[in-house]
């Protein structure tokens, strides 16, 4: 396993993923067997996490669902693009991202995003006009790489309009739409809550994993999408 303690820049660079860094000055340094049963623990009452990523030893953020509005402002113009951002416990996970996808319509447009060579940074594979239901079918052949793999994410755009769901690196899901309400009844009815107070595992001191079946994982869902 490779273990990551900083995020990569989500595309776009909305607010409520930025991570900020925690104090060093004063942290303790778990022992080998303490750090084990922390990266261990998936359980945070009623939220589990996947196997991509863990909270910061200190752990300043504690794990939980729930969603918030939210906002990206393109820095160059300043147009303001409204959006959600959603925590959802691993069991449900998945399948609420794909219940999200329902708004984009019939064909979709796809970008993939990997970090699994640091040294080359975020790498992207893009593919328009994919069928919705065809690509749906896919990405259940590859459920663990997307739900366990730190160092993968997946962006799904309507080919026209203003429209984009992520699935990121951290296992949040966000929504970009100037309309938010079909996407935030789709959270609703999966019992989300809304929170705009609440903070997400990547705004705090955290830890990514990934291992090499998930990059060889990666490089198959890239050839059969046809990136």
């Given at each position: 396993?490779?273990?990551?303690?900083?995020?990569?820049?989500?595309?776009?660079?909305?607010?409520?993923?930025?991570?900020?860094?925690?104090?060093?000055?004063?942290?303790?340094?778990?022992?080998?067997?303490a750090?084990?049963?922390?990266?261990?623990?998936?359980?945070?009452?009623?939220f589990?996490?996947?196997?991509?990523?863990?909270?910061?030893?200190?752990?300043?953020?504690?794990?939980?669902?729930?969603?918030?509005?939210?906002?990206?402002?393109?820095?160059?113009?300043?147009?303001?693009?409204?959006?959600?951002?959603?925590?959802?416990?691993?069991?449900?996970?998945?399948?609420?991202?794909?219940?999200?996808l329902?708004?984009?319509?019939?064909?979709?447009?796809?970008?993939?995003?990997?970090?699994?060579?640091?040294?080359?940074?975020?790498?992207?594979?893009?593919?328009?006009?994919?069928?919705?239901?065809?690509?749906?079918?896919?990405?259940?052949?590859?459920?663990?790489?997307?739900?366990?793999?730190?160092?993968?994410?997946?962006?799904?755009?309507?080919?026209?309009?203003?429209?984009?769901v992520?699935?990121?690196?951290?296992?949040?899901?966000?929504?970009?739409?100037?309309?938010?309400?079909?996407?935030?009844?789709?959270?609703?009815?999966?019992?989300?809550?809304?929170?705009?107070?609440?903070r997400?595992?990547?705004?705090?001191?955290?830890?990514?994993?990934?291992?090499?079946?998930?990059?060889?994982?990666?490089?198959?869902?890239?050839?059969r999408?046809?990136?």
């Open positions: 396993m490779r273990f990551l303690d900083e995020p990569s820049t989500p595309r776009p660079a909305a607010p409520a993923l930025k991570a900020i860094s925690a104090p060093s000055e004063t942290a303790a340094t778990p022992d080998p067997a750090l084990e049963a922390h990266m261990a623990r998936d359980t945070y009452g009623r589990t996490l996947t196997g991509a990523i863990r909270p910061g030893w200190q752990l300043d953020i504690v794990p939980r669902a729930g969603y918030r509005h939210d906002a990206y402002v393109d820095p160059a113009s300043g147009v303001r693009m409204p959006a959600l951002v959603a925590a959802v416990s691993a069991e449900s996970l998945f399948e609420t991202f794909l219940e999200l329902e708004p984009l319509g019939d064909t979709v447009d796809v970008i993939l995003e990997s970090s699994h060579e640091e040294a080359v940074g975020i790498r992207e594979y893009a593919r328009e006009g994919v069928e919705r239901l065809v690509l749906e079918s896919l990405l259940w052949d590859f459920e663990d790489l997307l739900l366990n793999d730190g160092c993968t994410g997946i962006a799904v755009l309507h080919p026209e309009q203003s429209l984009e992520q699935f990121d690196e951290h296992k949040l899901l966000v929504v970009y739409a100037q309309a938010r309400q079909p996407f935030e009844r789709i959270l609703r009815t999966r019992r989300l809550d809304r929170d705009d107070r609440l997400f595992l990547s705004q705090g001191e955290h830890m990514h994993t990934s291992h090499a079946r998930h990059a060889r994982q990666f490089e198959q869902l890239v050839g999408l046809g990136c």
